[in-house]
Structure formats: C-alpha cells, structure tokens
C-alpha cells in the first residue's frame, strides 16, 4: 500500500535562511507526487508536482523539489524563506487522483 | 486551473443535528472528492462524489454519516449528518480537470460541533 512520511512535525528557520521540507514515500510503481501548501484558514494550493521526466521540478514562490528513486524521496526545498511562506505544508503521493495518500504535514515558522 | 466555490466557510452546530455543505466548480470535471481535516490532522479522503450515482465512500465512512450527492459535472453537497464533536474538522471539496491529474481543492468549510 502507498504511504507517505513527512519526518518533520515542526519546523522553523529564520527569514532569509534556506529550507528544506523531507518527504518519503512508499509506493509499488512509479508514482506520482505532489508539494501542497496550507496557509492558516486556506485551502491547499499546489506547489509543485512531479509526474516523470527531469527529477528537479520547479514549483511556484521559488519553491523546488527532487526526486530521488534510490531514496524513495521528494524533498522541497527553497534557497531563502519569507515570512509569508509560514504554513503547513503537504506532502502527497498517488498515481490516479482517486488513490491519493496525503503525508502528516509540516508547519513551518518563519522567525524575523 | 478550476475555480471551486464551498458554503458555507465556517459553522457552529449543535450535537444531533446535521449540516450540508456545498461545492460549485466553475467549469465540468470529471472526479470530485470530499477530504475530512481534523484538528491538527492531514487530509482523509471520504468519498469520491459519482455523477449520477451514488458516491464511492473510503473505509470508515458510510453514506449514512455522510450522504453526498452529484446532480451534474459542475456541483456536489457533503451532508454530516447525526453531528458530534468529533465531526469538528475542516472538509474540503476537491476536483481534478480531465486530463490534469492534479487535485485543486477549495478553501474549505470549518464546522465546529458543540
């Protein structure tokens, strides 16, 4: 079965420092992945999303992500955090949109 | 990307009583899904919403809980019937355009069950 682990509950990073969200996931063929972001009384909003192709895929606000298969990971990362990118951040795995499996998420603080 | 309009975005109810919350999308799409967000949670898929039949419910939840309906390719309501406290979540209306594979979600309605 597909499963998706986000290893960080809680994180924070000074404002200007760089970031770096873990991801792994657990899945039978390849799969597709997703980078979504929870900003406080939001929906979610896709950051970025990887099908096949190029392993570092570029999202929107500056965000990236790599897949690794050897690690069976999809890390997001962003060279310089903004105060505005303080939110809870999903990772999620699937290869149909009826089969999605949503990782715990990670709240990410931004301190000035 | 769709445009996905939720009612209401936020509610207080009372135990016993239940609540309908809708889903309008601006433009047809072939899957609509209904997610449940506790507190403090990530996302649970409760149902895929079927056009013109009934919703293909995950394990653990059940049409009676949570009847759904899906009169066109444009709209969807999510009952949360019989409420108590334990049903205080976020539930969000989600869609995939065809041939996007990519959820778009809505903002979501918060109920507060007292």
């Known amino acids: 079965a597909q499963s998706v682990t986000q290893p960080d509950i809680h994180i924070t990073v000074s404002e200007g420092a760089s970031l770096e969200l873990r991801c792994n996931y657990s899945y039978g063929a390849t799969p597709y992945l997703f980078w979504y972001v929870q900003s406080p009384g939001q929906g979610l909003q896709l950051l970025l999303k990887y099908f096949s192709g190029d392993t570092l895929v570029q999202g929107i606000k500056g965000f990236e992500a790599e897949f690794k298969r050897s690690q069976s990971s999809f890390n997001l990362r962003k060279p310089s955090v903004h105060w505005s990118d303080a939110a809870e951040y999903f990772c999620?795995?699937?290869?149909?949109?009826?089969?999605?499996?949503f990782g715990a998420g990670t709240r990410l603080t931004v301190k000035p | 990307s769709a445009v996905i309009s939720q009612k209401p975005s936020r509610d207080i109810c009372q135990r016993g009583t239940s609540l309908t919350i809708q889903c309008q999308v601006d433009s047809q799409v072939t899957m609509m899904f209904w997610y449940r967000q506790q507190p403090g949670q990530s996302l649970t898929l409760i149902a895929t919403?079927?056009?013109?039949?009934?919703?293909?419910?995950e394990s653990g939840f059940v049409i009676d809980k949570f009847p759904i309906s899906r009169p066109n390719l444009t709209f969807s309501t999510l009952t949360v019937s019989n409420m108590s406290p334990e049903d205080s979540s976020i539930y969000l209306c989600?869609?995939?355009?065809?041939?996007?594979?990519?959820?778009?979600f809505g903002a979501g309605s918060r109920l507060t069950v007292l």
């Open positions: 999620a795995v699937g290869s149909n949109n009826n089969d999605m499996r």
């Open positions: 919403a079927n056009q013109g039949s009934e919703a293909t419910y």
């Open positions: 989600s869609v995939v355009q065809t041939g996007a594979n990519v959820l778009t």
